[in-house]
């Protein structure tokens, strides 16, 4: 086999797996669904109206996300990312990446997409992890947190997870470093 043949074979073979695990989890779904319906009607349309609940509830904060995605894609070039979140980045990284964790809202889920795309434009593993960690401070718990525990336990408690943070994210940029960095 010659070495352009080897690379048209690479090529198809590639976009075979692609196409096989953009396929593959949502008719594994449909199958248990369709299985679930065959064994117990009434069972499976319970589940099916269930998901149904559950996709309404989350497709708000997916819309916001892609929303904010397409937004960023327009307005945020990969240089912007990378000054401000990259490897590179000192003391402002850390203070920008931590307090974004401390003050975003919402379901986690709808954050991934976000992260993935800042990551692709530059943002280093160890923001994106700190961003992710810091999110277990919660500005607008913080009162229910002092009235049933005191000043002194909120703000050591506080102060650890935002160190504890910082060292998680060191380990993980450190575990996803590549060989040649």
């Not at 590639?14 to 779904?29: D, G």
């Not at 997409?113 to 919660?138: M, Q």
């Not at 060292?167 to 996803?176: D, K, P, R, T």
Request: glycine share 4%; net charge positive; proline share 6%.
């Amino acid at each position: 086999m010659r070495k352009s043949e080897r690379q048209d074979h690479s090529k198809k073979t590639a976009t075979i797996r692609r196409l096989v695990r953009l396929v593959a989890f949502p008719s594994a779904v449909v199958l248990a669904y369709a299985f679930l319906c065959l064994l117990s009607p009434a069972n499976g349309l319970k589940a099916l109206k269930a998901t149904c609940h559950v996709c309404r509830q989350i497709a708000p904060a997916l819309c916001i996300a892609f929303a904010v995605m397409v937004i960023l894609n327009v307005l945020v070039k990969p240089t912007h990312v990378k000054r401000l979140l990259g490897k590179a980045t000192k003391a402002r990284g850390v203070v920008l990446s931590t307090a974004g964790g401390i003050l975003s809202m919402g379901p986690i889920y709808a954050w991934y997409p976000l992260l993935k795309e800042l990551r692709a434009k530059g943002a280093s593993d160890f923001h994106i992890a700190n961003f992710l960690c810091c999110r277990a401070v919660k500005p607008p718990l913080l009162p229910f947190v002092v009235a049933y525990f005191g000043w002194f336990f909120t703000i050591v408690l506080t102060v650890l997870m935002v160190a504890s943070s910082l060292l998680v994210a060191s380990i993980v940029n450190h575990a996803n470093r590549n060989p040649g960095d």
